[in-house]
Nanobody, 127 residues
Framework: VQLQAYGGGLVQAGGFLRLPCLATGPPCSSHGVGWFRQAPGKERSFVAGITWSGGTTYYADSVKGRFTISRDNAKNTAYLQMNSLKAEDTAVYYC?????????????????????WGQGTQVTVSS
């Protein structure tokens, strides 16, 4: 499985971006997907996660109410809709996928639980 995250760019504070994550190779429609981000000088941190059916989503407190994760299994694509962006959202954003079906919250916000990673896309929010 290969993941490709794209859609990043430069946006003003208060603006929005939508990041797609396209999976190629064996379908991973039965696997959970997560988004992480890494700001300069900081560790990679969890942003949002979604189960294979899309029925359950998880969010970091810092993005709850502003970001929405979704997926379209027919297109093998997951999305991160980011609204009301803030300067502190500036980071490289990565999508990741589990290698097996997992359901607990802990399976989504821990980077070590993911087997596949995309290359990252830069999001810069100007204040």
């Amino acid at each position: 499985v290969q993941l490709q995250a794209y859609g990043g760019g430069l946006v003003q504070a208060g603006g929005f971006l939508r990041l797609p994550c396209l999976a190629t190779g064996p379908p991973c429609s039965s696997h959970g997907v997560g988004w992480f981000r890494q700001a300069p000088g900081k560790e990679r941190s969890f942003v949002a996660g979604i189960t294979w059916s899309g029925g359950t989503t998880y969010y970091a407190d810092s993005v709850k109410g502003r970001f929405t994760i979704s997926r379209d299994n027919a297109k093998n694509t997951a999305y991160l809709q980011m609204n009301s962006l803030k300067a502190e959202d500036t980071a490289v954003y990565y999508c990741a996928a589990h290698g097996r079906p997992l359901f607990s919250r802990a399976s989504y916000d821990a980077s070590g639980q993911y087997d596949y990673w995309g290359q990252g896309t830069q999001v810069t929010v100007s204040s």
